[in-house]
């Protein structure tokens, strides 16, 4: 009460009667408005212009990108059992000025990862930020590594690649590199349907590096997907089994070894030796990894006659039973002068295939223009790679029929001057297996035959050069030891001398070329033997016992019914279609 | 008036509420999700390799060397074949 009586209120302050200049006011107002100005500038620019980047910033603080790994398919045989596929496994590397190893730490994990202590040692000492302590273990060892929790030792997850079968198949599947891509064989011809597309997304981490939220998918993984392929891992295995014997007993250098389904096209198996383990790929030699079948050339020798008798009887110049006279076993043309191994004298066609008379062959072959054979090994798929996708395929020699010089026509005839892959030989022979028709191989499982394949022969023709095939394995044929118990057989033995800078050498390519039951082909079998070593070096006696061998238990492998039966063979009819049972 | 209000504010604050909720919920889910998705992977995984492992049992040399040695199976000889067929 007492300051009212001084009577001084807020209206009526004596320092307000003062009078401040209007100025400081004034700009006091416009210091606070200018701060304001700019606070509100800075938001915008903020929020406004700068934003995405700000944003970028604050996410890249919590939100990460992790790597979605893609697995590569799996290749399956044709009943779909397993021939490669891949499993995760760890590799363990370590940052070595990060190490600190105590002795019992040291001798724990050089037992784990089962190494010299020594060793592991030196490896830590290496002046390098990252060091592979070992590559490609078990994910229990990796987990157990990983659990001695030592700084410094981290791993990563790797895909390895398994082959169960081994060197059975090492040569249809091929193998994949370190970073898991195709490069042989199947893993490389199939390569962009195997391999995975790995995948991206964002998450948000917490403090300690678990992903607490999904944020956004940026790349679904695309897992690689599955190939079926159309060889019969069984049939395979008895081709595998069989050519390593006759490599064993001839003393060959190699040989190679295909089926076909004679049906299909359809390649049922694919065997080339040396071969190698593709689990375990140490210290390969060049021979060994050799996909013969496709890369290497042979001249093919006697196989080829048969083409030449089936295109004599198409042009209707000879027929079946049309005798050529062989004697005396040479025959000069120009100043050069081709000959047989045996004398024969008057043969029939037939007998010229199943006797393999050169000179017989060079007659039928020299009544026609050389336009019309090239034509014929043309069509037939000689002179170009198949195509198949095989790496390094090759298409063989075939020079243009221009070119051709008599004798040359006549040792063509008989597979000489002429070169080819076994492949190449076992397509042609579909001409024989197939009533004159060619269907495209596949590697692949189809769903179902090939309507119609390329006509190269009348269906009249395949089937007379068939039963000249026929008496090839025949008494009076140089192929007895094709003969399959049961089944009626056809083929064509071929025995041809190696060319070696331009001379013919006194090594041999023993091959033959067969298909069964003659009733109705199923398989067709190309067997072919580089330089035996042994006592023997025709292909009859060489390469037609593994084809016997091969063509038995494949039949058998695949229920193909007797064609042939034997005597003692009983014939069980069944009557209840219920209980009927496939063979 | 006053009530209004007083409502609304409770309304914010239970919504407020049940949105820390759902999101803690959601990222326990999310939690549980990746946790199964790791553990199908690992089957996956294991399947694999029991898949190998199958396969590799079940190899033909290593089956035909059991039925020789083993189970003394061999090859049938032609005449001990009997063909089945169908009465059609």
Sequence with gaps: MKKKARNVTFNHNPLLERGLPVWRARLLLMALMAGSAALGLRAIYLQGVNEEFLQAKGESRYARVVDLAATRGRVLDRHGEIQAVSTPVKSIWAIPSDVRLDPPEARKLATLLDMDVAELNSRLAANKDFVYLKRQVSPEIGKKVAELKISGIHDQQEYRRYYPSGAVMAHVLGFTGVEDKGQEGIELAFDKVLAGKPGQRRVIKDRRGQVIEDVESVKEPLDGRDVTLSVDAKVQYLAHTALKQAIDTHKAKAGGVVVLDAKTGEILALVNSPTYNPNNRGGLSGAQLRNRVFTDTYEPGSTMKPFIAGLALEKGKFRFDTVIDTAPGRLTIGNATISDAHRHGLLTVAEVIQKSSNIGAAKMALTFPAEDMWQLFDSLGFGAPLKLGFPGEVGGRLRPAKTWKPIEQATMSYGHGISVSLMQMANAFQVFARDGDIVPLTLAKLDAPPLSGRRIFSPQTAREVRAMLEMVVLPGGTAQKAQVPGYRVAGKTGTAEKLEGGRYTHKYVASFVGFAPASDPRLIIAVMVDEPGGAFHYGGDVAAPVFAQLMGGALRALGVVPDAPLAPLQMARQGDPASRSPL | ?88
Excluded: D, N
């Design chain 2, 1 to 88: 008036m006053v009530r209004l209000e007083a409502m609304l504010i409770v309304l914010v604050v239970v919504s407020a509420l049940s949105v820390v909720t759902a999101q803690h919920q959601s990222r326990q889910r999310f939690v549980a999700l990746e946790r199964e998705q790791a553990r199908m992977q690992q089957l996956e995984v294991e399947y694999g390799q029991l898949q190998l492992e199958q396969s590799t049992w079940a190899t033909h040399a290593r089956v035909e060397k059991l039925a020789r040695e083993r189970l003394g199976m061999r090859p049938p000889v032609p005449g001990q074949t009997v063909v089945l067929e169908s009465g059609l």
